[in-house]
């Protein structure tokens, strides 16, 4: 009933930029966070960043002053603007839909989709 589709990976030089959005669909009334998180090779799945309805941000260190998160709550969409990329944020990045209300069922779901690949080379 809720489907989350990333998009923008792709492959790009260190101190590079690329712009990830996330649209979520289906009987959606509202969504509280959306998230990011990426997994590299061997490594478990780790999160990057968050943004609730309101606004407010969190990001992992390793990203702060680097990545921004925004959403547009009109489109239930959210970004990820990744700038001075490093080759070790290179992994497969999955948008999370937190704390969603499906509409028809007025059931509170999590819904992940299914990642975008980020290769960021040195």
């Known amino acids: 009933q809720v489907q989350l589709v990333e998009s923008g990976g792709g492959l790009v030089q260190a101190g590079g930029s690329l712009r990830l959005s996330c649209a979520a669909s289906?009987?959606?009334?509202?969504?509280?966070?959306m998230a990011w998180y990426r997994q590299a090779p061997g490594k478990q799945r780790e999160l990057v960043a968050t943004?609730?309805?309101?606004?407010?941000?969190h990001y992992a260190d390793s990203v702060k002053g680097r990545f921004t998160i925004s959403r547009d709550n009109a489109k239930n969409t959210a970004y990820l603007q990744m700038n001075s990329l490093k080759p070790e944020d290179t992994g497969v990045y999955y948008c999370k839909g937190e704390g969603v209300v499906v509409s028809t069922t007025g059931r509170l779901v999590d819904s992940w989709g299914q990642g975008t690949q980020v290769t960021v080379s040195s």
């Open positions: 289906g009987s959606i009334f509202s969504i509280a966070a």
């Open positions: 943004i609730i309805t309101g606004g407010s941000t």
